[in-house]
């Protein structure tokens, strides 16, 4: 396991200090953290390595995950889809199915999480737990990954009540804060510059997996790493491609896995293979949820990292593909607006054609390719690196600690 005093190098030793000392006023701190998924998708990346971290620190951190069956996940996916916009109803039969696996649930976790001094609830899947735990005696925080912003009136009506029983509410971007009666926090997600995922590789390693996945040095490469799931448009993405064929030869990547917690993955992946039809440029990575070293050398070895998502609560692959020095083609919305900067990190666009313009604006311009990512490295080293979300979520703990939860909201 890594210490935080590797993370000196990058990030300097100033903003480990300040970490340090802001803990100290943490020491022995029960924190549960509760969502859905131990592996797939951005929540279950950022836990795997904010537990430790926190253990380092002096807490006693831990992390559990909420099990459930197909109905259960069916209707957390209609939570998603509706808190993200789509118009879904949500029928009484699937409150009873969400209710009921967080009720089973609440029997094997209501010790630890009555006993705790801070409990952050990810996303909606285990936020009905609260109510499940009347003798709790700490503070529960609801952390929003997602893009709330717009949510469907059905969901919204049954959520919200749910959700008003907390203390705290943290979103990643101010746009998507709700009309809560507590205090809401604004923290924007982050990666773990020397995870398996993220840290420097070798470039044998990273020609390895190029070559195992048959792609071509010689041509342009454009990636896109993803859950195959709606938002996150692969079938715009295979439209922008079919584009730039028409004066790139460029080859694409769609690299995704499942979650556990999605049941939708299925149906996107058989409608990306059919749109995808026989193009033997179209790569499409099935890889399994710890395929980490390989998506971080796919990644590298791109020209250009896609994320065209329709809606994004952040978008960890943006930062990844920052991260390793690659401009950034991503979809205008949420999240990953306060990552790619017009003419400095990437671009945003709001169709294929968009897409298509930019990297052909792009490809024209290798310079810029190479200026890009410098900035956009630099960008995530300042903004989007595990010490600065750490920083902010002990400082959110000393402060609740201190109660300055209840004086704001006796202030307002
Ligand atoms: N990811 C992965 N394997 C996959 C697809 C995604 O490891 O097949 C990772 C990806 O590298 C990123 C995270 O899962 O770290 C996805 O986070 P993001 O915020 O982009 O999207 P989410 O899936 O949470 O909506």
């Given at each position: 396991m890594r210490s935080l005093r590797e993370y000196e190098k990058i990030v300097g030793s100033a903003v480990l200090n300040q970490l340090e000392q802001l803990a100290e006023n943490l020491t022995g701190l029960k924190v549960v953290h509760v969502n859905s998924t131990k592996a797939g998708g951005g929540v279950a990346e950022i836990l795997s390595w904010m537990i430790p971290f926190m253990t380092e620190l002096g807490i006693?951190?831990?992390?559990?995950v909420i099990q459930g069956d197909e109905p259960f996940f069916n209707v957390t996916k209609t939570f998603h889809n509706g808190l993200q916009g789509h118009q879904v109803n949500l029928l009484p039969s699937q409150i009873a199915a969400y209710e009921e696996t967080n009720r089973s649930n609440a029997e094997r976790l209501r010790p630890i999480l009555e006993d705790a001094d801070i409990v952050f609830i990810h996303d909606p899947q285990p936020a009905y737990l609260l109510h499940l735990c009347p003798n709790r005696k700490g503070k529960w925080i609801w952390r929003c990954h997602i893009d709330a912003s717009h949510p469907a009136r059905s969901v919204w009506k049954y959520l919200r009540p749910l959700l008003e029983g907390f203390d705290a509410s943290i979103f990643s971007m101010a746009e998507f804060s709700k009309s809560l009666p507590h205090p809401q926090f604004l923290i924007a997600p982050s990666i773990d510059p020397?995870?398996?995922?993220?840290?420097?590789l070798r470039a044998d390693e990273i020609a390895r997996v190029r070559t195992k996945y048959n792609l071509d040095?010689?041509?342009?490469?454009?990636?896109?790493?993803?859950?195959?799931?709606?938002?996150?448009?692969?079938?715009?993405?295979?439209?922008?491609?079919?584009?730039?064929?028409?004066?790139?030869?460029?080859?694409?990547?769609?690299?995704?896995?499942?979650?556990?917690?999605?049941?939708?993955?299925?149906?996107?992946?058989?409608?990306?293979?059919?749109?995808?039809?026989?193009?033997?440029?179209?790569?499409?990575?099935?890889?399994?949820?710890?395929?980490?070293?390989?998506?971080?050398?796919?990644?590298?070895?791109?020209?250009v990292i896609i994320q065209k998502s329709t809606r994004e609560g952040f978008g960890l692959t943006v930062t990844e593909g920052l991260w390793k020095g690659k401009p950034v083609i991503g979809g205008d919305v949420g999240g990953i607006r306060l990552q790619v900067i017009n003419y400095h990190t990437g671009f945003l666009v709001n169709s294929p054609e968009g897409m298509t313009q930019k990297i052909r604006y792009l490809l024209n311009h290798e310079n810029m390719i190479e200026i890009m990512g410098i900035k956009g490295r630099e960008f995530v080293r300042e903004n989007f690196?595990?010490?600065?979300?750490?920083?902010?979520?002990?400082?959110?703990?000393?402060?609740?600690?201190?109660?300055?939860?209840?004086?704001?909201?006796?202030?307002?």
């Open positions: 006693t951190a831990s992390w559990e020397l995870s398996e995922k993220n840290r420097k040095p010689g041509r342009p490469i454009l990636t896109q790493v993803s859950r195959f799931d709606w938002f996150k448009d692969p079938i715009g993405v295979i439209e922008g491609y079919h584009l730039i064929r028409k004066f790139a030869p460029v080859q694409l990547v769609l690299a995704g896995g499942g979650a556990d917690d999605d049941p939708e993955g299925a149906e996107v992946l058989r409608l990306v293979k059919e749109a995808a039809a026989d193009d033997p440029d179209i790569n499409i990575l099935l890889l399994p949820p710890d395929a980490h070293r390989t998506i971080n050398a796919l990644q590298r070895c791109s020209t690196l595990l010490t600065r979300h750490l920083r902010e979520y002990l400082t959110l703990m000393v402060g609740l600690r201190r109660g300055f939860a209840s004086r704001l909201i006796a202030a307002a």
